[in-house]
């Protein structure tokens, strides 16, 4: 079993708690793992071949991924790594404007003989279903607020988040793509919501 989480999750107990039950993880390391960081950081990936390369082409979009991998170096601050990665997103227009571009350092039990070149695109592919988890959340702190909500007991939480991943996902299924344009839009009548869920014609 191989586990992922968010960079929440990149401590040294969960790390330990997973390899003694005999999976593996692959972590981000953010800013909010310092040490960690900063070793990853500091390695020499400018002279690191791209083990993997995708492309995905959708939504008038072209998304070019790459993933570069080390050995973990001697002295590392976190238990158990094997190998150190760092998967990069460019996404351009069609026509090759750029779009945005992301950067995320990793680790990982797996050692080369678990994660082969030929595996590297799952590894890529799970941190990829990580960051769009990531999206949704993102969305519901900065457009809902949901990190400042008050509500805090019994189910409370759960059923003020379920809302808003409903809002989210029906302004999806309406066609919109701007979550934050579409949601100012909805509120603009009090029809919109009820249309947009079928509930009135």
């Known amino acids: ?26 972590l981000p390391v953010k800013e909010n793992h310092r040490a960690l960081f900063d070793a990853r950081n500091a390695l020499p990936w400018r002279t690191v ?9 959708g939504h008038g979009r072209i998304a070019t991924h790459t993933i570069q991998v080390l050995p973990a170096p001697a002295r590392l601050p976190f238990p158990h790594v094997s190998q150190i ?9 069609r026509d090759g404007t750029p779009i945005s571009t992301i950067a995320q350092l990793g680790v990982t039990s797996a050692g080369p003989d ?39 007991i019994r189910s409370g939480p759960c059923v003020l988040a379920s809302l808003r991943n409903l809002a989210i996902s029906a302004l999806r299924l309406a066609g919109r793509t701007d979550i934050a ?13 009820f249309t947009i869920l079928g509930l009135i014609s």
Do not use: K, N, Q
Request: hydrophobic residues 45%.
């Open 85 to 93: 990665r760092l998967i990069e997103r460019y996404v351009t227009t």
């Open 114 to 152: 678990l994660v082969t070149p030929a595996d590297l695109a799952r590894v890529a592919r799970l941190v990829r279903v990580r960051w769009g988890i990531e999206v949704v959340h993102w969305i519901r702190d900065t457009l809902f607020s949901e990190d400042d909500s008050r509500v805090r």
């Open 49 to 57: 071949p791209h083990a993997h390369t995708s492309i995905d082409i």
């Open 181 to 193: 344009e579409a949601t100012r839009w909805a509120c603009r009548y009090m029809t919109r919501p």
């Open 1 to 26: 079993m191989i586990v992922t989480g968010d960079a929440l999750h990149t401590v040294e107990a969960t790390a330990e708690l997973i390899r003694a039950h005999g999976g593996h993880f692959v």
